[in-house]
């Protein structure tokens, strides 16, 4: 074990760049993070976020970072690693967990040790940015948290009894207030001079919950009800506020600016709540009075949007927990838009979507508040499929006795309904549809559609094979070496310890590139001295994002034997090689240095040769 504590003191240096003289630190890290990755199994964290499936050896399922509509993304229970092969990332489960809920490799630490019931002191363990970063965060947390409780106390002040008038005139319960938290901002308050003595002037500006006019600072929320908002941890990192008074000319809502710790497209209104709901779906709906009177009403399955349109992070948020969605909006003409387009991205997103439709009132909190919980859950209950929704609405847009209306018609439902669809199965059954709906032979369609829409979908494909080309840069020389020298480091840290003939195949001269060739340096030594390294504890030490990503590919390709793996590692050594002298060449060219030139090109011929008499 001391061996291994001091070559990771080695990937520390070499990976965080810490400066020497916090040695004493990475002790407490190292320590910590063997303890968790020898506690902690990778398909339990993973599989508490999104469902795993099991394809032989390994899990797979659809990527929470990324969208996707087949699964790319594998976990490796017997490396204790993930990979996706769609978005490019990888790591192990503390990885997993940073990128999951947006947290600092030290913070992810702490949530999985916590996880694992493992004590631990983690007041030394970080880098010097990774501690200030940490430290701004916590020091928001706690802000919030004491506005919370002021806010709170206020609501319930005799001064402030306009506050609670407008509670009971919405007809929120006291225990609902209470379990959400709902609290006030009277117009004269002293919080920011309260903060003050707590928190410094940075801390409360990075806030955002102060504005400054006339060289004054003053709270965003003054004279408005309080509802904070809170992440998927229970903790408050930002508020909403509406404005109690009807005579106010302010707009009626007023949200948290997106913080350090907040960001509006990242976040979900009572899901916090709604997570641990036994239902198989999520309630989407517009704002906070919505989700806190179906609440109110037993519908704990609700969250809410704030104030913008939903995004694929947000069908990522809902993924993890749910695969089902209910889309419940205003019932108005931008609401039924918003449906729509919402409903698009969360079934591009692999949920399966319905919306909900409510008639007789503007919104879900008048719908339930008039017409009871049952009326809406039968409303839930009859919610349509989101393609036979939008297939609905189309068809409200036309007159289908008329011959003109119905061509536009016909071409507008193979435009919106008939191309998205990428499922053929699902595609007859909406030609199917479409013959009914118009009278028009089944096959009339199919022909058709075929016909005037081949062009189109090759459009379409070119469109995407050109975003797929832009989104993946040529590689330069570079960039190939780099990849391959991860690829040969991966291979080696894996087979060295179960071959001597792999031990011995490689030395520091095969790298190139000084980070990739200090880490294999660490690994041979550790090799050398019978230390068997943990492929998941390795990439812990690995802060370079394209070099992980890299690591967990390349192993997840996996070799069966010794021998195919010997010979993997002899191409890329070549590969590499070459990659190498290329680069020397263009560095000789530069200084016209004839005689390396001419040295280079030579080898190059030689490796050249080398390999093509391989081939034979
Ligand atoms: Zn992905």
């Not at 192990?92 to 992810?108: K, P």
């Not at 008329?402 to 030609?431: A, G, M, W």
């Not at 390294?533 to 992980?548: A, G, H, P, Q």
Request: hydrophobic share 35%.
């Amino acid at each position: 074990m001391k061996n291994v504590k001091r070559y990771f003191k080695k990937f520390v240096e070499i990976n965080l760049n810490c400066p020497k003289k916090h040695e004493g630190e990475h002790d407490v890290l190292e320590r910590i993070v063997e303890q968790v990755l020898n506690k902690v199994d990778i398909v339990d964290i993973v599989s508490s976020y999104i469902p795993l499936k099991r394809v032989g050896v390994n899990f797979r399922a659809l990527c929470p970072f990324h969208s996707e509509k087949t699964p790319s993304f594998y976990v490796s229970p017997a490396k204790q690693i993930f990979h996706c092969f769609g978005c490019g990332v990888g790591g192990n489960v503390i990885h997993f967990v940073m990128r999951m809920e947006n947290l600092t490799f030290t913070e992810a630490l702490k949530v999985l040790a916590e996880k694992a019931k493992i004590d631990i002191d983690f007041s030394q363990s970080q880098s010097a940015k990774d501690r200030a970063l940490a430290k701004q965060k916590e020091e928001l947390i706690n802000l919030h948290k004491d506005c919370f409780e002021y806010f709170r106390e206020q609501l319930y002040l005799r001064k402030n009894i306009e506050a609670v008038k407008y509670i009971i005139k919405r007809r929120i319960a006291k225990d609902t207030a209470k379990r959400f938290g709902l609290g006030f901002c009277p117009e004269k308050n002293d919080l920011y001079d309260r903060l003050s003595q707590k928190y410094s002037k940075e801390i409360i500006d990075l806030s955002g919950i102060f504005l400054e006019r006339n060289g004054k600072n003053y709270c965003r929320f003054e004279g408005r009800l309080i509802f904070p908002i809170f992440d998927t941890m229970n903790r408050v990192i930002a508020f909403g506020g509406r404005i109690i008074s009807d005579a106010s000319a302010a707009p009626k809502y007023m949200n948290s600016p997106d913080t350090l710790i907040f960001s509006k497209s990242r976040i979900l209104y009572g899901l916090n709540i709604a997570k641990q709901s036994k239902e198989n779906e999520f309630v989407v709906v517009e704002g906070y009075m919505d989700v806190i009177a179906l609440h109110q009403e037993g519908i704990d399955n609700a969250v809410g949007v704030l104030g913008t349109a939903l995004t694929q992070d947000h069908s990522f948020l809902l993924r993890r927990y749910k695969n089902e969605v209910v889309l419940c909006l205003d019932s108005d003409e931008a609401g039924k838009k918003a449906a729509i387009r919402s409903a698009d991205i969360l079934y591009q997103n692999g949920l399966m979507v319905r919306v909900m439709e409510l008639e007789g009132a503007k919104d879900p909190d008048e719908y339930i508040k008039r017409f009871g919980k049952d009326a809406f859950l039968l409303k839930k209950q009859n919610s349509m499929f989101v393609i036979d929704y939008k297939v609905k609405e189309l068809k409200n847009q036309y007159d289908l006795t008329k011959s003109d209306q119905k061509f536009r018609f016909v071409r507008e439902y193979f435009e919106k309904i008939l191309i998205p669809i990428s499922n053929e199965v699902e595609r007859q059954e909406y030609i199917k549809k479409l013959s009914d709906l118009t009278g028009v032979n089944e096959n009339v369609i199919s022909k058709e559609f075929s016909k005037t829409t081949q062009k189109e979908l090759k459009r379409i494909e070119n469109i995407n094979y050109f975003k797929q080309i832009q989104q993946k840069p040529v590689l330069s020389d570079f960039e190939m070496l780099k990849k391959n020298e991860n690829y040969l480091l991966s291979l080696y840290t894996e087979w060295a310890p179960k071959s001597e003939e792999i031990k011995n195949l490689l030395t520091e001269e095969d790298f190139y590139t000084e980070d990739v060739k200090n880490i294999f340096t660490a690994v041979k030594n550790l090799i050398n001295e019978g230390m068997e390294l943990s492929y998941s504890m390795l990439l812990s030490f690995v802060t370079d994002e394209s070099i992980l990503f890299d690591l967990t590919s390349f192993s997840s390709k996996g070799f069966e034997n010794a021998d195919t793996a010997k010979k993997a590692i002899e191409e890329l050594k070549v590969k590499i090689k070459t990659l190498g002298l290329k680069l020397e060449l263009k560095a000789a060219q530069q200084q016209n240095d004839n005689l390396k030139i001419t040295q280079i090109l030579d080898e190059l011929k030689k490796l050249k040769a080398g390999r093509e008499g391989e081939g034979r």
